[in-house]
């Protein structure tokens, strides 16, 4: 029985030692992991962040679980995350619990449609009576004569908190689908001439249009400025006070300093 | 055994008894863990409220509700479509195989059906999704085409392997006596098959329809990306959530700690009362399948 | 007269339904299959197996996601082996107790009727929090370890059943101990049984996505594969929770379906191999 299970181990060491055997010689610098946890909606940003940060440090190995934003928040509070990600604003009881965060962009939430539907431009108050049921054939809206899907996220997402609040229609909304995450939302709303959803500005794509609102598209320029209406931060969240690691802090650094900026536009998010 | 046992067969024999042992310890823990983690919600919600509450609104900033019968009974219904949509297909395809079926053509669909069974859900999930769910929207002129009925068709798709093997394997269990019979007494091979193999192998079915049930009450990937998971009360051309897909899609995002997450952990302890009451009832039919 | 043409007609009917559903059935698997390889055959390269995905440049790569499954087979594997073939053994050759045997046996049918969402509950609560092991591999390869082991007990426990009582008894007569019996007569003899549960471990462990998805985590960046500690807490997606990952959170559907068809190719692998074990191994 023992026997069989050398040519066991045998497998599970060879490939990390052809790894190593393949990786070069590693420059003096950080050593670490940095553990991010929590919204979806940062999942590209992140992504760029990681590669272009890996490229600095090739030591520092930065992970990223995409939670949400509250369980990301916890998950700092905790101590089970080095750092948070929260695609909304800090709430009160999270800041009395010693939350401190810090901008890495800005994000528009882009409310998409189907390419194929002529409807360009919504007022807030049409998304209002749209998301809360009130209206639900697209020609009341100046569209043909089709029922709406409203596609929307699944409690507890921090873009569905953000749009919910800026648009005043907290715990209102009528959903016809609920989806697990911004790109999930888009995938949909691309495959379907019905529906229309809500994203980041940063996974919106070309497979969708997004809508002007109040007359003003989202694009990076309004969302900088502040003209597109329905917009919120992304944060990197800490335990105020908690001592971070050297590989941490440099990665804090790194994407909250200018140096990144050009990289987070890459990805569709606003830097500030 | 009366010879003086040996330290090393002593220790052989006590490694092996508790390697048997870890499967009950296995059954216990999760026993334990999931009502340990699923009371708490149950306790501060109420369980006629928990369970027959009409709305789920977990993240409610004033008023949240915690009720789970949509689910129960999309779960319900879901697991029921799935039946009658798979259970006559894969029963007849296994009567096809088991006996109608030149021997060779058998042995090919054989390891497609094994196939069939192998393909990861999400791959199933995936095709549904980009395929079932626009067609049904086309078709049947719907705002969106996630729908109960799609996960149905999902199911009945990922349940015909286990209900073909399991009917397959109890058909060709029938004495072959019983069919000569019946042939000597001038019935046709197929209504030999279908009036007298078929109720022969009565218990066999039953297994399979109990193994179906249990499969499609327990599966989630797929579902999640087809069943549009607004947790509605049921009706076939809406969008509906399950309990499995109710854990699935907020299990990511719910806080610690949280009401939300703890009555998660309570949909689980539903779900688990679910499958270990199908799982008697299979034990059940499999042991009188083997008796007759 | 009309009874016998309505009893052709029924017999024609029934016999109709009989092919229709087998051919629905092959159909079915060929739409599937068809369907998946038309849109993902395309997307399969070389680049893409062997590098990762890289935004800067726009390209894109699922090597991580590959070694994430490969460790994740190759841990569970290395626990659930002993584990479930100790286990077998116990219920053939040990077990005395009959009731003793008889829980063991109703525990390892009832963890194989436990759905995936449940035991990815019980790995986030268990591996994840309980034991401090975060989302990392080592955690969604403990959880697979509890899911699989039915599997494992249940293919061993039927070929050494298959094992003649004379073989046995020609070890024991010999003088050999129970155990030297077991280890150099029974076991080498149901090799293929237990074989046979490797690869139908392997095939469910690459086609769980449930489990994974909560206890292993979602990256699908390169981790930290040069040590086996590395390896252990490394946190990632495997092929199955990439799919998922890439189909609805990032909505690149081209890249979904050509994890798909790898999948698709790794299961008719894994079928092929489970069939061929039986054969060549059952021989000897």
């Known amino acids: 029985m023992k026997k069989r299970f050398f040519p066991l181990l045998a497998i599970l060491l060879i490939p990390p030692l052809l790894a190593a055997c393949g990786a070069r010689a590693m420059p003096p610098g950080l050593v670490g992991t940095v553990n991010t946890d929590g919204s979806t909606s940062m999942a590209d940003v992140m992504a760029v962040l990681q590669e272009t940060f890996r490229e600095r440090e090739p030591g520092v190995t930065v992970n990223y679980s995409g939670t949400g934003s509250g369980a990301g928040v916890e998950a700092a509070l905790a101590g089970r995350a080095d750092i948070g990600l929260s695609s909304r604003p800090l709430k009160e009881s999270e800041l009395a619990k010693g939350a401190a965060a810090r901008t890495v962009a800005l994000d528009g939430v882009a409310v998409i449609v189907h390419p194929s539907n002529p409807v360009s431009g919504l007022s807030l108050a049409q998304l209002r009576e749209i998301f809360t049921g009130q209206v639900d054939n697209w020609s009341a809206l100046g569209g043909p004569d089709a029922p709406i899907a409203v596609y929307g996220r699944e409690a507890g997402s921090g873009t569905r908190g953000a749009f919910e609040e800026l648009l005043d229609v907290t715990d209102q909304c009528a959903y016809t689908n609920e989806y697990g995450s911004s790109g999930d939302v888009v995938g949909n709303v691309s495959g379907n001439p019905n529906a229309i959803g809500y994203t980041s500005l940063a996974s919106a794509g070309e497979t969708v249009s997004a809508v002007a609102v109040e007359g003003t598209a989202c694009t990076e320029e309004t969302v900088r400025s502040g003209a597109y209406p329905i917009q919120r931060p992304f944060l990197l969240v800490t335990r105020e006070g908690a001592a971070l690691s050297p590989a941490a802090q440099a990665f804090l650094d790194y994407a909250c300093g200018g140096e990144a900026g050009p990289y987070i536009a890459r990805a569709g998010a606003v830097a500030p | ?292 | 007269m009309d009874a016998n043409l309505s009893r052709r007609a029924w017999n024609l009917l029934a016999k109709l339904a009989l092919w229709l559903s087998a051919a629905a059935t092959c159909a079915l698997l060929l739409v599937v299959i068809g369907y998946i390889f038309l849109r993902g055959a395309p997307g399969l390269s070389w680049e893409l197996l062997t590098t990762q995905e890289s935004i800067l440049r726009g390209t894109m790569g699922i090597l991580p996601s590959i070694l994430n499954t490969l460790y994740v087979v190759l841990v569970s594997l290395a626990l659930v082996l002993p584990l479930g073939v100790g286990a077998a053994v116990y219920l053939t050759e040990y077990a005395k107790n009959r009731r003793l045997a008889w829980a063991v046996e109703f525990a390892a049918e009832t963890l194989s009727g436990i759905p995936s969402i449940l035991y990815a509950l019980v790995g986030v609560i268990l591996f994840c929090n309980a034991l401090g092991l975060q989302k990392t591999l080592l955690a969604g390869s403990l959880t697979l370890v509890i899911m699989t082991l039915p599997t494992v007990i249940r293919t061993t426990q039927e070929s050494l059943r298959t094992v003649p009582r004379s073989y046995r008894e020609g070890a024991l007569g010999l003088g050999a101990g129970k155990w030297r019996a077991i280890r150099t007569v029974v076991l080498p003899s149901s090799v293929d049984g237990i074989v046979t549960g490797c690869i139908l471990t392997v095939g469910r462990v690459v086609g769980e996505s449930a489990v994974l998805m909560y206890t292993a985590g979602l990256s699908t960046a390169m981790q930290d594969f040069s040590t086996i500690q590395g390896i252990l807490r490394a946190s990632g997606s495997t092929l199955t929770v990439a799919l998922y990952v890439y189909a609805k959170e990032r909505a690149d559907f081209a890249i979904a379906f050509t994890i798909a068809t790898l999948l698709l190719l790794l299961t008719g692998l894994i079928h092929l191999a489970a069939y061929l074990a039986g054969r060549l191994l059952r021989r000897r």
């Open chain 2, 1 to 292: 055994m009366k010879r003086r046992i040996k330290p090393a067969e002593f220790a052989m024999q006590t490694l092996f008894l508790v390697c048997g042992l870890t499967a009950i310890a296995f059954v216990l823990l999760i026993t334990v863990y999931l009502i340990l983690a699923g009371l708490p919600a149950i306790r501060e919600i109420g369980l006629t409220d928990f369970l027959l509450g009409r709305t789920w609104a977990s993240t409610h900033a004033t008023d949240p509700r915690f009720g789970i019968l949509p689910m129960i009974l999309t779960s319900v219904y879901g697991a029921a479509g799935a039946i009658v949509l798979g259970v006559p297909v894969g029963f007849f395809t296994a009567l096809f195989l088991a006996k109608a079926a030149p021997p060779r053509l058998a042995g090919l669909i054989r390891p497609a059906v094994n196939l069939l069974a192998g393909i990861p859900s999400v791959v199933y999930g995936l095709v549904g999704m980009c395929v079932l769910v626009p067609a049904l929207r086309a078709w049947l002129d719907l705002p969106a085409g996630d729908t109960l009925l799609a996960a149905m068709i999902v199911l009945a798709v990922m349940i015909l392997p286990s209900v073909i093997s399991v009917s397959d394997a109890a058909l060709a269990a029938v004495p072959r006596e019983y069919e000569e019979a019946s042939l000597a007494l001038g019935a046709t091979p197929v209504e030999t098959y279908l009036r007298v193999t078929a109720p022969a192998a009565r218990g066999g079915v039953a297994a399979a329809v109990a193994l179906g049930v249990g499969r499609a009450i327990g599966e989630a990937m797929a579902i999640l990306m087809v069943a549009g998971n607004v947790a509605n009360m049921p009706s076939l051309l809406s969008s509906v959530r399950f309990l499995t897909t109710g854990i699935a899609i907020e299990m990511n995002y719910a806080a610690p700690g949280s009401l939300q997450r703890q009555a998660l952990f309570s949909i689980g302890l539903v779900l688990f009362f679910f499958i270990m009451v199908i799982n008697i009832l299979l034990n059940l039919a499999l042991k009188r399948g083997r008796e007759g």
